[in-house]
């Protein structure tokens, strides 16, 4: 149609943009960090995400103090206001009913630092908010595909091909630097990560309303003959509950799965959570499920490509690290690549991420071997773990350090591997000398073969994700 003489006299509208200094596949927890991390170093960021509606998952709702403390210094802080989170003060760990109690660790400034318990869905929709309103920042709804675009001559990845949302036509964008943060169920990352992810249990989630917290604003893990179950508050009325079930679940269809949750998970938990999770179980049409993954780290050493957050490296979900490193790896790309004018000067980005694995290992290799680690032995699936998980909750119970050390390590705060390897065996050795404690002298010959076998089983748990660490 012609126009009025007036609009055909205009000149003739700008071809969108398709060439950006970074682009960043996935808006969730770190991919929104990093874009406006990188935009306020003056960097032209495009941010793509499949789905800018609000997730609706069971994931990322407890975020530990260090990832608040990486939060703030990536000034994002305000991004935990104005939705109900939740103050997290530290944990509460029930074993056969008896609980102790692992406040979070007095800090450098002298204060305990405090998690936050949210909804995953509202938080992301904060740092989206974040991002948005970050100068530099494009933000596009669009599916990424799996073939990024290379440079057939140097291997270098040049761009993304994304399919933007209500439409059938693939398009193109050009980035000197590409960042792939699209998360646990990464489609891109076999093209470049030949590690596997390996799942051996799942978290199924229930939402408890009202439910009566045995001890308010802390976590609560308890501990049975059963693998672990965890609640924490996600907002006022809200309570999560998610009970990890290794192997192969039980049947939803047949209500096999109802009937394990009420029978056998139910009688395990503290009396007061009981009606709260029994409603929940029984209201539920279809109890929501996500594989517990691990997935060790793998050097970026792609030209022009960095792989981030849960595409690159996972840990079991039990310590509610994922958001903490994820935030702290925003910190320190953002650092690396301050003084990094060209992100086109390849051999210098490669080096920067050179640096970036190995100093992130202070604090990744912790939560992720303490992650794996403090799983075995909460699931106790063989007599030597038991043996393990008893040990551990008495080393607990003896306070002060022993309690001190594993939850600062723990919640992000204090990044010391050979403080975890010290406690890890101090505790072996505290079980074995409590397996000896609790058992007739009679059978004392019987113990001494055994605490071979449990200190064995000690080494099995812990030496392979520490090797895993060091690649
Ligand atoms: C059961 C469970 C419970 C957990 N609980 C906690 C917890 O309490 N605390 C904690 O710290 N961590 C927890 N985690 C881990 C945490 O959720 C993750 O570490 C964190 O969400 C990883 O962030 P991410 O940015 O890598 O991925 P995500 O936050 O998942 O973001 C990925 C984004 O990429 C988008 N995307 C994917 N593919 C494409 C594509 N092709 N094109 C465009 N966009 C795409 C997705 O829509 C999504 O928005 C839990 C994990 C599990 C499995």
């Given at each position: 149609m012609v126009g009025t003489p007036e609009l055909r006299d205009l000149p003739p509208p700008p071809p969108p943009k398709r060439s950006f200094d970074v682009a960043i596949i996935g808006a969730g927890i770190v991919g929104n960090a990093l874009a406006v991390a990188l935009a306020k170093q003056g960097r032209d960021v495009l941010l793509l995400e499949r789905d800018l509606s609000e997730p609706n998952r069971i994931v990322g709702e407890l975020l530990q103090p260090g990832g608040v403390r990486a939060l703030r210094e990536l000034g994002l802080?305000?991004?935990?206001?104005?939705?109900d989170a939740v103050p997290c003060l530290g944990y509460q760990v029930t074993y056969h009913g008896e609980p102790v109690h692992i406040p979070y660790a007095v800090a450098e400034d002298g204060k305990r630092p405090q998690g936050r318990s949210f909804h995953h869905g509202k938080f992301i929709q904060k740092l989206r908010a974040a991002s948005k309103a970050t100068k530099g920042v494009t933000i596009v709804e669009a599916t990424v595909s799996k073939n990024l675009i290379k440079n057939a001559a140097s291997g270098h990845i040049i761009g993304v091909r994304c399919t933007p949302k209500g439409t059938k036509q693939e398009i193109s964008y050009f980035a000197s630097l590409t960042f792939?943060?699209?998360?646990?169920?990464?489609?891109?990352r076999s093209d470049f990560i030949p590690k596997q992810v390996q799942v051996k249990s799942h978290f199924f989630g229930l939402e408890l309303i009202d439910a009566k917290m045995p001890l308010k604003n802390h976590g609560i893990v308890v501990l049975s003959d059963r693998a672990p179950v965890l609640l924490y508050q996600i907002g006022t009325h809200e309570t999560r509950a998610l009970v990890d079930i290794q192997g192969k679940p039980p049947s939803q269809t047949d209500g096999s799965l109802k009937a394990y949750m009420l029978g056998a998970v139910l009688p395990t938990l503290p009396e007061e959570i009981r009606p709260s999770f029994r409603k929940a179980v029984e209201d539920s049409k279809s109890i929501r499920s996500m594989p517990n993954s691990w997935l060790p780290p793998t050097m970026n050493q792609t030209p022009g490509l960095v792989l981030v957050g849960d595409s690159m490296n996972m840990r079991h979900p039990l310590t509610g690290g994922g958001m903490t490193v994820a935030f702290n790896d925003a910190v320190l790309i953002r650092d690396l690549l301050?003084?990094?004018?060209?992100?086109?000067d390849t051999d210098l980005v490669l080096e920067k991420l050179f640096d970036f694995h190995w100093r992130r290992r202070k604090l990744t290799s912790v939560v992720n071997i303490l992650a794996q680690a403090l799983y075995a032995l909460f699931a106790a699936n063989d007599p030597n773990l038991r043996v393990l998980q008893k040990g551990c909750f008495a080393y607990f119970q003896l306070g002060g350090n022993c309690v001190d050390h594993p939850v600062g390590l723990l919640s992000g705060m204090l990044r010391n591997p050979l403080v975890l390897y010290y406690h890890f065996f101090a505790v072996a050795f505290y079980s074995i000398w409590i397996m000896y404690k609790t058992t007739s002298p009679l059978l004392w010959p019987v113990c001494f073969f055994r605490s071979f076998a449990v200190f064995y089983t000690a080494c099995v748990v812990i030496l392979p994700y520490i090797w895993s660490e060091q690649q």
């Amino acid at each position: 149609m012609v126009g009025t003489p007036e609009l055909r006299d205009l000149p003739p509208p700008p071809p969108p943009k398709r060439s950006f200094d970074v682009a960043i596949i996935g808006a969730g927890i770190v991919g929104n960090a990093l874009a406006v991390a990188l935009a306020k170093q003056g960097r032209d960021v495009l941010l793509l995400e499949r789905d800018l509606s609000e997730p609706n998952r069971i994931v990322g709702e407890l975020l530990q103090p260090g990832g608040v403390r990486a939060l703030r210094e990536l000034g994002l802080e305000g991004c935990l206001d104005g939705f109900d989170a939740v103050p997290c003060l530290g944990y509460q760990v029930t074993y056969h009913g008896e609980p102790v109690h692992i406040p979070y660790a007095v800090a450098e400034d002298g204060k305990r630092p405090q998690g936050r318990s949210f909804h995953h869905g509202k938080f992301i929709q904060k740092l989206r908010a974040a991002s948005k309103a970050t100068k530099g920042v494009t933000i596009v709804e669009a599916t990424v595909s799996k073939n990024l675009i290379k440079n057939a001559a140097s291997g270098h990845i040049i761009g993304v091909r994304c399919t933007p949302k209500g439409t059938k036509q693939e398009i193109s964008y050009f980035a000197s630097l590409t960042f792939v943060a699209d998360g646990c169920k990464s489609n891109i990352r076999s093209d470049f990560i030949p590690k596997q992810v390996q799942v051996k249990s799942h978290f199924f989630g229930l939402e408890l309303i009202d439910a009566k917290m045995p001890l308010k604003n802390h976590g609560i893990v308890v501990l049975s003959d059963r693998a672990p179950v965890l609640l924490y508050q996600i907002g006022t009325h809200e309570t999560r509950a998610l009970v990890d079930i290794q192997g192969k679940p039980p049947s939803q269809t047949d209500g096999s799965l109802k009937a394990y949750m009420l029978g056998a998970v139910l009688p395990t938990l503290p009396e007061e959570i009981r009606p709260s999770f029994r409603k929940a179980v029984e209201d539920s049409k279809s109890i929501r499920s996500m594989p517990n993954s691990w997935l060790p780290p793998t050097m970026n050493q792609t030209p022009g490509l960095v792989l981030v957050g849960d595409s690159m490296n996972m840990r079991h979900p039990l310590t509610g690290g994922g958001m903490t490193v994820a935030f702290n790896d925003a910190v320190l790309i953002r650092d690396l690549l301050a003084d990094v004018e060209d992100l086109n000067d390849t051999d210098l980005v490669l080096e920067k991420l050179f640096d970036f694995h190995w100093r992130r290992r202070k604090l990744t290799s912790v939560v992720n071997i303490l992650a794996q680690a403090l799983y075995a032995l909460f699931a106790a699936n063989d007599p030597n773990l038991r043996v393990l998980q008893k040990g551990c909750f008495a080393y607990f119970q003896l306070g002060g350090n022993c309690v001190d050390h594993p939850v600062g390590l723990l919640s992000g705060m204090l990044r010391n591997p050979l403080v975890l390897y010290y406690h890890f065996f101090a505790v072996a050795f505290y079980s074995i000398w409590i397996m000896y404690k609790t058992t007739s002298p009679l059978l004392w010959p019987v113990c001494f073969f055994r605490s071979f076998a449990v200190f064995y089983t000690a080494c099995v748990v812990i030496l392979p994700y520490i090797w895993s660490e060091q690649q």
